[in-house]
């Protein structure tokens, strides 16, 4: 199977688990979740766990089409939700904001947009490590 295909069904499956299902309260409070704060916490584990869900068709698919084992597929699991529970986080992105951008990080459309490249840029390393 092609790189670009798996990258195409784990944009897929981000896109669903990003924007379709994403609560309002996983939104709003996911930020920090790393850290110490409960209401964080149970705001970002309840993003990633739904969001992995979403991704499930994507694995189920490179599993059906290359066979890997368990292992292989719990691996790819955990590189599609290490780096998304990292970045919701915000910790890293308000610190690229601030450094690289040179710029406060506040809602809108730059906090989206930086959000989102760097969950597209880990897909599509991903890809490339599962796809042909």
Same mark, same amino acid.
């Given at each position: 199977m092609l790189w670009i295909e798996v990258f195409a069904a784990l944009v897929v499956c981000h896109l669903a688990g990003d924007f379709l299902v994403q609560?309002?309260?996983q939104a709003r409070h996911k930020h920090g979740g790393l850290g110490r704060d409960p209401v &964080? @916490?149970? !705001?970002? !584990?309840?993003?990633?766990?739904?969001?992995l869900a979403c @991704? *499930?068709? &994507?694995l189920a698919w490179v599993a059906a089409e290359t066979g890997p084992? !368990? !292992?292989a597929i719990l691996a790819a699991a955990a590189a599609?939700?290490?780096?998304h *529970?990292? @970045?919701d986080d915000g910790r890293v992105i308000r *610190?690229?904001?601030r450094r690289v951008k040179r710029t406060e990080y506040q809602p809108g459309v730059l906090t989206i947009a930086v959000d989102q490249s760097f969950h597209v840029l880990a897909l599509f390393a991903l890809a490339l490590v599962l796809g042909t």
């Open positions: 609560t309002e309260f &964080a @916490q149970r !705001a970002l !584990a309840s993003h990633v766990g739904t969001y @991704q *499930a068709p &994507a084992g !368990a !292992a599609i939700v290490i780096p *529970a990292i @970045q *610190a690229w904001m």
